[in-house]
Structures are given as C-alpha cells and as structure tokens.
C-alpha cells in the first residue's frame, strides 16, 4: 500500500502507520523513499504511534494528540 503512494504525481502524501509490521530494513527503505520525496518539494504527513521508528531528521514537525485534541507541537 505504501508503494502505490508513490505512482501517483501528487505532492503529498497521507498516510496512516506508513512502517507498521515492516522489518527494520524496508521500515529504513520507506523512510529513505519519504525523505527523497520531501527532498523534492513533496509534502508527507503520517500518523504513528511510535515516533521513535522514524530518524532524526525525517520529522521537521511533530504534533502530539490526546483525547482526539492537539496537545502541543514540536
């Protein structure tokens, strides 16, 4: 599913869980894609509940949620 985000010619992506059951070799593969896209003027927004999975570097802002309500932002 993650793969079929990337044939279309938007410039942006949303996507929910985007490494979720992947083995840490495609999870870096799929980061690697979504910081190339970035990279080249696309925009990625995704949900996670494990922040951690994703490399410095990847994340340029970080929204925290509780309850269904914006918590704060980094």
Do not use: C, W, Y
Request: no cysteine.
């Amino acid at each position: 599913v993650v793969a079929q985000a990337f044939l279309g010619r938007g410039r942006l992506l949303l996507l929910d869980e985007p490494t979720a059951n992947l083995d840490a070799n495609t999870s870096e593969q799929v980061q690697e894609e979504l910081r190339q896209f970035a990279v080249d003027g696309g925009s990625v927004i995704f949900s996670s509940h494990i922040a951690v999975d994703f490399e410095e570097g990847l994340i340029t802002r970080h929204v925290v949620m509780k309850g269904g309500a914006i918590e704060r932002i980094i």
